[in-house]
């Protein structure tokens, strides 16, 4: 459950710190608590289990993850692509 919680914070802080850093208003107006929440709910949720187990949620997260970050304005780099 530990684990859980700093899966969570850390996809937080990837999805929300960079977003905010590169244009503050773009952010805001496309950010909110309820979105962030929904976000995380899907990776969360969604993609369970995130394993080697389970590699098509693990790049099921990855994509989603992606696209939050290039809606963002930012370059994400994965190593695998679809």
Avoid: W
């Amino acid at each position: 459950m530990r684990r859980h919680h700093l899966l969570i914070t850390i996809l937080l802080l990837g999805l929300a710190a960079p977003a905010a850093a590169v244009d503050s208003n773009r952010f805001e107006r496309k950010t909110s608590p309820a979105r962030i929440e929904q976000d995380l709910r899907y990776i969360v949720e969604d993609c369970f289990p995130r394993d080697a187990g389970n590699p098509d949620n693990l790049l099921k997260a990855a994509d989603f993850i992606r696209a939050r970050f290039e809606e963002a304005g930012l370059a994400a780099g994965f190593l695998h692509s679809r």
